[in-house]
């Protein structure tokens, strides 16, 4: 059974850091990615970030560029999104997912993932 767990939410100040973790495991995918996504309040899911297990290409949100940073460790299956500069605007429910298959022509999309997890808050009050 795949499982994904969150961790690593809270409340944080604006300009302040969070390091989300993604622990993964009961997937033996020979390629895969894992995204990042999130969810505000009256909103739809959004991308956020992905790395691909293929070549460890990284992707970036534009919102988020230069402030959040996706890196994996693999020998302990969890990805991580080390999140800086935060702003009010990054308050959202944080999903992590994983998909089957490495990037090709996009990581953004919600209906490409196949399992999620139960995800984890992050409030940046101002």
């Known amino acids: 059974e795949v499982q994904l767990v969150e961790s690593g939410g809270g409340l944080v100040q604006a300009g302040g850091s969070l390091r989300l973790s993604c622990a993964a495991s009961?997937?033996?995918?020979?390629?895969?990615?894992i995204g990042w996504f999130r969810q505000a309040p009256g909103k739809e899911r959004k991308g956020v970030s992905c790395i691909s297990s293929n070549d460890g290409s990284t992707y970036y949100a534009d919102s988020v560029k230069g402030r959040f940073t996706i890196s994996s460790d693999n020998a302990k299956n969890t990805v991580y999104l080390q999140m800086n500069s935060l702003k009010p605007e990054d308050t959202a429910v944080y999903y992590c997912a994983v998909r089957a298959y490495p990037v090709n022509l996009s990581w953004n999309y919600n209906d490409d993932y196949d399992y999620w997890g139960q995800g984890t808050q992050v409030t940046v009050s101002s």
């Open positions: 009961g997937f033996t995918f020979d390629d895969y990615a």
